[in-house]
């Protein structure tokens, strides 16, 4: 019994510590609440083409220790004695292990590389989330902020 109630409870922390470390997303339509009333330079152009690209994961540290908690407890219940402490030590380096990959894997997503033809004739490339289409001629705003973060959206 007390096994089953330590599980559930180091299961509901896992939960909690993982889910309080997801990212901001990498979105072209999605905004962090400091980037929110801030002046953004707008160039407009063309798009010369695109490419699909993968945004790796985070790895905060969150997943590794939560993982670690997790495995730490489990493990504590293998064996007697000093046992019980090989047992915690292993079963939190594995833990640790599987939580990073876990966090890394839950938080990568997939992106765009989108090359455009500023109408000043200068080439950029911006990269964000895939959550809007972009074709090679299509009519473009670049936005960026003044601390370097761009995104591109459709000049509809």
Known sequence: MQLMKTTVTAAVV?????????PASMSGSAYTRDQTRQVQDVRMGYVESVRQIMIEGTKSGTGALAGAALGGIAGSHVGKGSGQVAGAIGGAVLGGLAGSAIEENA????????????????????????DESFYPGDRVRVLTSYDGVARVTHDY
Not at 14 to 22: I, N
Not at 107 to 130: C, F, H, K, W, Y
């Open 107 to 130: 938080t990568r997503q997939p992106g765009l590389e989108i090359t455009i033809r500023l109408d000043s004739g200068r080439m950029v490339a911006v990269t964000q989330g895939a």
């Open 14 to 22: 896992l939960a909690g510590l993982m889910l309080s470390g997801c």
